[in-house]
């Protein structure tokens, strides 16, 4: 048990389906963060939250939606995806986002999430 | 964009031999994690280093951080089959004018160990 909390563990979806993945933290730190980690691909961030504030966005397509209700959830919703989105997604949380030292990142276990 | 390369992507070594993953970047770094992932698992936080020039040790693991503060390694001693998973190294660039919360991983240096 790391403090970050992931569920589902396993999603399985067709493309037309609307799902949602579950981040709960319980180390009151005031960042979250998902990432996503493919066979082909280092970890790439997604988006960041700092007290419930959407902070950063990579360029994800319109298809994954945050939400942030407040500092210790995260939602990642799911809708009309792409067999490509298959992945495995991993939130994490850190103490804060910019400062040095406060940035070290507690991953959940993840949701190994796969779209027919 | 910003990258942080890490090197070898495989590493395949007998239980006893050493192991040295390396990273490297084209922009100095704020600072330097290391992170382990086991086979199915998630990424676990081993360490982190600030100081240019900075050495830091955990038992069989020597982390070192360059001078010029854009090159990490990590050195493991004697491996044992437990080491085995994915090592990450992660760096924060020290003037991104964007997010200066992100953490720039590298791709990850896979360890397998032969009992």
């Known amino acids: 048990e790391t403090g970050v909390t992931q569920t589902p563990r396993h999603l399985v979806m067709g493309m037309t389906n609307k799902k949602s993945l579950k981040c709960e933290q319980h180390l009151g730190h005031n960042a979250m963060y998902w990432y996503k980690q493919s066979a082909k691909k280092p970890l790439e961030l997604m988006f960041v939250y700092s007290l419930e504030e959407r902070v950063e966005n990579n360029s994800v397509p319109s298809r994954f939606s945050p939400e942030c209700p407040n500092s210790s959830h995260l939602f990642l919703h799911l809708h009309t995806l792409q067999p490509e989105d298959s992945a495995l997604y991993l939130c994490?949380?850190?103490?804060?986002?910019?400062?040095?030292?406060?940035?070290?990142?507690?991953f959940g276990a993840g949701s190994r999430l796969t779209v027919l | 964009g910003q990258q942080v390369m890490q090197i070898p992507q495989y590493q395949h070594v007998q239980e006893g031999e050493d192991f040295t993953t390396y990273c490297n970047s084209s922009?100095?770094?704020?600072?330097i994690q290391w992170y382990k992932q086991r086979p199915g698992g998630h990424p676990v936080f081993l360490i982190q280093l600030v100081k240019s020039g900075e050495v830091k040790k955990q038992k069989r693991l020597t982390f070192q951080f360059g001078e010029a503060k854009k090159n990490s390694s990590l050195h493991i001693t004697a491996t044992q089959t437990t080491d085995v998973g994915t090592y990450f190294c992660a760096g924060r660039i020290l003037s991104y004018g964007g997010s200066q919360g992100n953490l720039i991983f590298g791709k990850g240096t896979k360890l397998s160990v032969k009992p």
């Open positions: 922009t100095t770094l704020s600072n």
């Open positions: 994490a949380s850190s103490q804060e986002v910019w400062v040095s030292g406060a940035n070290v990142l507690t």
